[in-house]
């Protein structure tokens, strides 16, 4: 699930969700929700986690196990 990935690439770089929040400038419970699989995330937040962390989207959207960017 894409929430999995989001939770277990911030755990692999140290970082709260406090941290990964003021990242995409909202609050921590609105990520906290994301992670959990309480709200959707919209696409343009699914593209600045994906920038956060370098990898792509459709890693994070389990399309790939391949977390490198095509380019």
């Not at 770089?13 to 400038?25: F, G, H, I, P, S």
């Not at 419970?29 to 994906?50: D, F, H, K, Q, W």
């Amino acid at each position: 699930m894409i929430f999995k990935r989001i939770k277990d690439l911030r755990e692999d770089n140290d970082l709260t969700q406090q941290a990964v929040a003021d990242k995409l400038y909202i609050n921590r419970r609105t990520y906290s929700a994301y992670e959990n699989g309480v709200n959707s995330m919209t696409p343009e937040t699914l593209i600045r986690i994906a920038d956060i962390y370098g990898v792509s989207v459709d890693y994070l959207l389990n399309r790939t196990d391949n977390p490198s960017i095509n380019k």
